[in-house]
């Protein structure tokens, strides 16, 4: 097992588009969590699922962004009608049960032009 | 509300010159608090994770350390290698709360 994977790696898009991430947890991880995080800010949480149940949502996560984790393997972010304010980027962590300690991927650079 | 402080926001040192950096929290409950190491357009990398007052990590240079309000970690020797944004977060023990992260500490040594 390689880590956390995100897809893609960079993404620019303009105002107004819809765009979806992907994240491969590590296999053997039934948690796993959306984190957002802006230059000089550290990571702020959005979502969080224990397999494929939805468990909490962060008031940050407007209408506009859903995540889904069908089957409880991979997770994929969508966030519709793009703002500048998304621009960010969008971080995933699994773990096993409470585990402490998330192992994070490489995230996703959003763009918003 | 579980809050996370670190200081300072920047630190310059020179390659040798030992410092330590310094994370405030309050939580209602401590579940654990951890430390993470972050490189420019990388995610996060788990390096410790503190439970109670009194508890000490080590790994190569970098030692952190817990009491009831803060934590600090220590590097000692460090080399240019080491530089890096380091994070601190806290788990709370009510329910299944994930981790709030500060906002960190850019670390910059200089050889």
């Known amino acids: 097992d390689t880590g956390v994977s995100q897809d893609p790696r960079h993404k620019i898009t303009k105002r107004g588009q819809n765009v979806t991430f992907r994240c491969d947890p590590i296999?053997?991880?039934?948690?796993l969590y959306w984190y957002r995080q802006t230059l000089g800010q550290g990571p702020e949480f959005l979502t969080y699922?224990?397999?494929?149940?939805?468990?909490?949502k962060s008031r940050l996560l407007s209408d506009r962004f859903s995540a889904e984790r069908p089957k409880g393997s991979f997770s994929t972010l969508e966030i519709q009608r793009t703002e500048q304010g998304d621009s960010a980027m969008y971080l995933c962590?699994?773990?096993?049960?409470?585990?402490?300690?998330?192992?994070f991927g490489s995230g996703t650079r959003l763009t918003v032009v | 509300e579980d809050q996370v402080t670190q200081s300072p926001e920047a630190l310059r040192l020179q390659e040798g010159e030992s410092s330590s950096l310094n994370c405030s929290y309050t939580v209602s409950g401590l579940r654990g608090l951890f430390w993470y190491r972050q490189d420019p357009g990388k995610g996060p990398e788990f390096l410790f994770t503190?439970?109670?007052a009194g508890e000490e990590k080590e790994k190569e240079r970098l030692k952190a350390t817990l009491t009831k309000k803060e934590s600090f970690l220590h590097i000692t020797a460090p080399k240019p290698e080491d530089s890096a944004t380091y994070l601190c977060?806290?788990?709370?023990?009510?329910?299944?709360?994930?981790?709030?992260f500060g906002k960190g500490t850019r670390l910059s040594v200089i050889a």
């Open positions: 977060a806290v788990q709370g023990t009510s329910g299944n709360t994930p981790l709030v």
């Open positions: 962590a699994s773990s096993l049960n409470q585990d402490p300690g998330y192992t």
């Open positions: 699922f224990q397999n494929e149940a939805q468990l909490e």
């Open positions: 503190l439970y109670s």
């Open positions: 296999s053997e991880h039934n948690r």
